[in-house]
């Protein structure tokens, strides 16, 4: 699936609820799913459960699309603009910005 039918699929599903419960309150739940996400990974490794680190990187993207479709953004555009297939600051690909980072 590519982000556009991904963002499509969002707005058929919630659009109707999402435009009801409107941006403030909708960015409010995308914070919410990241401190789900924060909690999981803040585990000691071995207590941390994938499944659950998936489910919750599923919702930050679900929400982001439902924030998007909120403001007319087309996801598929920024991250084309923001991820070109290069690094922005070096022009590399792989990114070559922090060459010393051990
Ligand atoms: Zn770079």
Same mark, same amino acid.
């Given at each position: 699936? *590519?982000i556009?039918?991904f ?8 659009? =109707?609820?999402? +435009?009801? !419960?409107?941006? =403030? !309150? ?6 919410? *799913?990241i401190? *789900?996400?924060? %909690?999981?990974?803040?585990? %000691? /490794? ?5 499944? @659950?680190? @998936?489910?919750?990187? @599923?919702?930050?993207?679900?929400? +982001? %699309?439902s924030? @998007?479709?909120?403001?007319?953004? +087309? ?7 923001? $991820? /070109?297939? $290069? ?6 690909? /792989?990114?070559?910005? =922090?060459?010393?980072?051990?």
């Open positions: 699936m *590519e556009k039918e963002q499509k699929l969002m707005k058929d599903l919630y659009f =109707h609820f999402d +435009s009801q !419960r409107g941006l =403030h !309150r909708t960015a409010l739940w995308l914070g919410e *799913e401190g *789900e996400l924060m %909690a999981e990974l803040k585990k %000691a /490794p071995k207590l941390i459960n994938k499944v @659950a680190v @998936a489910e919750e990187l @599923a919702d930050i993207l679900a929400w +982001s %699309a924030l @998007a479709n909120l403001m007319d953004i +087309s996801l598929d555009q920024a991250v084309l603009k923001k $991820y /070109p297939g $290069y690094c922005l600051k070096c022009g590399k690909n /792989p990114c070559q910005c =922090h060459k010393n980072l051990s």
